[in-house]
């Protein structure tokens, strides 16, 4: 079976991301981090709220496979349903980040000239700001919050995002389907996301799953600071920070969540890299 | 290089300034509470608000009191702390003095360590020493700073093990061994970080490096391996490790503004982190600024550096 998206070859392209060890360990690290959050609360032993007071900072047992907190919670349960918003958040974030910086590098390209390059200036000058004290600026507006701290990273991921949107519509602007468009008088806004956005999938996916793994690492990193989601939320970076306290006495309410963030960040390193080497055209 | 490059990258670092500066003031005005409220708290009486916005000047609009901020930035004067009532710049630089340090200390130990794993790895590339420096750089760049800092933690200060300070600063000027000892662990944390990205980048560059004609051509010539790798294969892939760790110093900067704050150490990053919890308004704006601006003046140089040693780019 062969499914084709344009000139994207599916199968191909599936076996030349298959074909390196990265991407091979990549997807499986996919696979079982897809059924933590699709199934994740149904496969929690406990509910991850629930405070067992008589067995508090207990390191892993039958019982309690990965131990407990301080507040004697399940961390497995509580790690499990944390899955869920730490990653969907992460993609959130990228999405956005994906979404306004995508349209900000089409239309920045589209028109050219001066507006062109008042934008790039501005956008060059956003990416002097590294993300993490971006996003911290944008929440010291927005206030402290799990939403508020994905928007942060998402309006911070922008500026890099609108430089590779700029460079393809650049580099496709005066090919001849977009001429024809021109020719057949379509409007503007039809040409940019008709005919240019399509050719910034491949570039734009590359990055984007990149992305991924820094946003979750931010998002953790800013729930961490308590400027992200709030107790008793089971955020991994909340985790570890309301863990600190206690370290000394469990060093697993900090190991485990630590394990899950590092373990989220690698699959999309992974998969990032191998998608850059399986869309490369060099490569073949 | 021409004069006239260097002359248009300066000003792009001053049009970057701006932009980041107006952002940073445009942030502060949007905040629900301006500095009158903070200062006087939320219970103050409405006659006693008007008369500390009046004067402080915040009852004039925003692009009187930008320019107000702007001018007595280019004087050295960037306010007074809302919280200590000190002079805002004196805190900074201090602050951002310390930081350097941290960042310098780190700087370092990457350079020292990453530039020798990642040749290694790219010569013997395939083998078991490649598998694990890109293993160690893979769990290198996925483990968040607050995570890696918050195990050494627990594995270094533990209170039967204490082998090093859990937190505080002394200054090495006072004590240079108990300076050093403080400063270790957070320098440690930055370490390993950047070392996993530049390592990467080292390796990337010199196995392409080492499939290059002149490589070829200089074993012809019946060079030893060793003044190979070093003279010709490792001097061009130092140029691209020269971008990397200037865009690093992006990495560097938020790491900081993490560790600083795990160890408690006194540097610009804690200083934010507080600065933000506190609301202190002045603090945010010259903090912020001052960390950009580092960025962008290490990129600018960076970008130097790269055209002075590679005379082969030219830029106008």
């Not at chain 2, 939320?42 to 009187?64: F, H, I, R, S």
């Not at chain 2, 390796?203 to 391996?225: F, I």
């Not at chain 2, 982190?273 to 600018?300: C, H, K, W």
Request: with cysteine; glycine share 8%; aromatic share 8%.
């Amino acid at each position: 079976m062969c499914i084709s998206i344009g000139v994207f070859n599916m199968t191909d392209f599936m076996s030349r991301l298959l074909r390196q060890p990265h991407g091979v360990v990549g997807l499986i690290l996919l696979v079982v981090l897809a059924i933590e959050v699709i199934l994740g609360p149904a496969l929690a032993p406990y509910d991850p709220e629930t405070f067992h007071y008589s067995s508090r900072l207990v390191g892993p047992t039958p019982e309690f496979l990965l131990g407990t907190d301080q507040f004697g919670r399940d961390i497995l349960s509580r790690l499990l349903w944390g899955a869920r918003t730490t990653v969907l958040l992460s993609l959130f974030a990228t999405l956005i980040g994906a979404g306004i910086g995508g349209a900000i590098g089409i239309l920045s390209g589209y028109l050219g000239g001066r507006i062109d390059e008042v934008i790039m200036r501005l956008v060059d000058a956003l990416m002097a700001i590294p993300s993490l004290l971006f996003a911290l600026l944008i929440i010291t507006v927005l206030g402290p919050s799990g939403t508020n701290a994905v928007v942060a990273i998402g309006i911070a991921f922008s500026p890099g995002m609108a430089r590779i949107a700029r460079s393809v519509t650049l580099s496709v602007r005066t090919s001849d389907y977009v001429a024809a468009a021109v020719a057949r008088g379509e409007s503007p806004l039809w040409i940019m996301s008709r005919e240019i956005a399509p050719n910034m999938l491949a570039p734009v996916i590359i990055e984007a799953t990149i992305r991924v793994a820094f946003a979750i690492m931010l998002l953790a990193t800013l729930s961490f600071l308590g400027l992200g989601s709030q107790p008793p939320a089971p955020e991994w970076g909340l985790m570890i920070s309301e863990a600190r306290a206690f370290m000394f006495r469990n060093a697993w309410t900090i190991v485990w969540p630590g394990l899950s963030i590092a373990m989220v960040a690698i699959t999309f390193n992974l998969l990032g890299d191998a998608l850059r080497d399986a869309l490369n055209p060099k490569n073949d | 290089m021409s004069l006239q490059y260097i002359f248009k990258r300066l000003l792009y670092l001053i049009i970057t300034a701006l932009v980041v500066s107006a952002l940073v003031f445009g942030i502060t005005q949007i905040l629900p509470a301006n500095a009158a409220t903070m200062l006087l708290g939320e219970y103050a009486t409405a006659d006693a608000l008007v008369a500390l916005e009046q004067k402080l000047g915040l009852d004039q609009p925003a692009y009187v009191q930008y320019w107000r901020w702007i001018s007595g930035l280019l004087q050295g004067d960037l306010g007074t702390s809302l919280r200590s009532g000190l002079p805002v710049a004196d805190t900074v630089f201090q602050a951002l003095g310390r930081s350097l340090l941290l960042a310098a200390f780190a700087l370092i130990a990457v350079v020292i360590i990453a530039i020798p794993l990642g040749v290694i790895a790219a010569v013997r590339r395939g083998k078991a020493a490649d598998f694990g420096v890109s293993m160690i750089s893979y769990i290198g760049i996925s483990l968040p700073e607050f995570v890696l800092a918050t195990l050494l933690l627990v594995w270094l200060t533990a209170p039967d093990i204490a082998l090093f300070p859990a937190s505080g600063y002394v200054p090495i000027t006072e004590n240079f061994t108990k300076g050093l000892w403080h400063i270790a662990l957070p320098v440690i944390t930055l370490a390993i970080v950047l070392t996993a990205h530049v390592m990467r980048m080292v390796r990337s560059e010199m196995a392409d490096a080492l499939h290059a004609d002149y490589v070829l051509a200089a074993r012809l010539r019946g060079l030893s391996t060793t003044t190979v790798l070093i003279r010709h294969a490792l001097r061009n892939s130092m140029l691209p490790t020269i971008t990397v760790l200037a865009l690093d110093v992006g990495y560097l900067i938020g790491g900081i503004i993490v560790v600083e704050e795990i160890f408690a150490f006194p540097g610009i990053g804690r200083l934010l982190i507080v600065s933000i919890q506190e609301r202190d308004l002045p603090m945010i704006q010259a903090g912020a600024l001052v960390m950009a601006f580092t960025y962008a003046l290490s990129n600018l140089l960076a970008d130097l550096a790269y055209v002075y040693l590679d005379r082969r780019i030219q830029y106008d």
